[in-house]
C-alpha cells in the first residue's frame, strides 16, 4: 500500500532551526510536496522536490533521498509565525498527491 | 504563485438543504481541480478529482449523487452538497493544478460549511 509517515507534533524555539521529516512508500514516484497549513486555513505550498539534493528558498529548505524515499523540511530561524501544520505529500506513479497526516509544529518564546 | 479562490468562505444551512461552493482559478487555467474535506484535527482527505469538461472521479466512500461536481471551464469548478446533514459540516477545500500533471496544486481558502 501507500504510506507517508511524519511526526504529529514537534516543539521548537523562536530562533532555533527544526529539521520535519518524511519517510514515503507509493506506486511510482513523481515527486514530493510540501505544505504549510495555519490552524482553520487552507494549505500553502512551500516546495516541491524530484530530484536527489537540497533545495532553498530562503529561510526554508527541503531535501529528498528517493533512493530512502525520504525528505525532510527544514525551517530556520524560526519566527512564532511559523507555527502551523507541515504537510508531506508524495505524487504517485498516476500522478496522485499521497497526503501524510501532518505535523504540527509549536514555536516556544 | 497561482492564485485559488472559493465562495463562499462560511455557509450555515438548515438540514435538508443543497449547497453550492464555488472554485475560481483567478490567474491560470486549471485543468484539473481537486475537492478536499478535512475534519477538525485531521489530516486532508481527498473527495474527489475534476477535469474541465469530463465527469468528476470520485474517492472511495464519497457518493458522488451526494457531493455534484461540475468543472464546466477552466478556471471553475463547483461542488453542491446535496440534503446536507449535520454529518456533512466539514471544511471542503478546492484545489487547482494546470496542464502539466506534475503541476503544483494550489489550494483555495477553504469554505465552512455548518448544518444545522
Known amino acids: 500500500g501507500q504510506n507517508i509517515d511524519q511526526p504529529t507534533e514537534m516543539t521548537a524555539t523562536e530562533g532555533a532551526i527544526v529539521q520535519i521529516n518524511c519517510t514515503y512508500q507509493t506506486s511510482g514516484f513523481n515527486g514530493l510536496f510540501w505544505y504549510q497549513q495555519h490552524a482553520g486555513e487552507a494549505p500553502t505550498f512551500l516546495s516541491y522536490n524530484v530530484l536527489d539534493g537540497l533545495e532553498e528558498k530562503g529561510r526554508f529548505s527541503s531535501f529528498l533521498s528517493r533512493s530512502k524515499g525520504y525528505s525532510y523540511l527544514l525551517l530556520k530561524e524560526l519566527q512564532m509565525k511559523d507555527s502551523a501544520s507541515y504537510l508531506c505529500?508524495?505524487?504517485?506513479?498516476?500522478?496522485?498527491?499521497?497526503w501524510g497526516a501532518g505535523t504540527k509544529l509549536i514555536i516556544k518564546p | 504563485g497561482a492564485v485559488v479562490s472559493q465562495h463562499p468562505s462560511w455557509v450555515i444551512c438548515k438540514s435538508g438543504t443543497s449547497v453550492k461552493i464555488e472554485c475560481r482559478s483567478l490567474?491560470?487555467?486549471?485543468?484539473?481541480m481537486f475537492w478536499y474535506r478535512q475534519f477538525p484535527k485531521q489530516s486532508l482527505m481527498l473527495m474527489a478529482t475534476s477535469n474541465e469538461g469530463s465527469k468528476a472521479t470520485y474517492e472511495q466512500g464519497v457518493e458522488k449523487d451526494k457531493f455534484l461536481i461540475n468543472h464546466a471551464s477552466l478556471t471553475l469548478s463547483t461542488l453542491t452538497v446535496t440534503s446536507a446533514h449535520p454529518e456533512d459540516s466539514s471544511f471542503y477545500i478546492c484545489?487547482?493544478?494546470?496542464?502539466?500533471?506534475?503541476?503544483?496544486?494550489?489550494f483555495g481558502p477553504g469554505t465552512r460549511l455548518l448544518v444545522l
Open positions: 484545489s487547482a493544478r494546470g496542464a502539466g500533471p506534475q503541476e503544483t496544486q494550489y
Open positions: 490567474d491560470f487555467q486549471a485543468t484539473t
Open positions: 505529500a508524495a505524487m504517485d506513479s498516476n500522478y496522485q498527491l499521497i
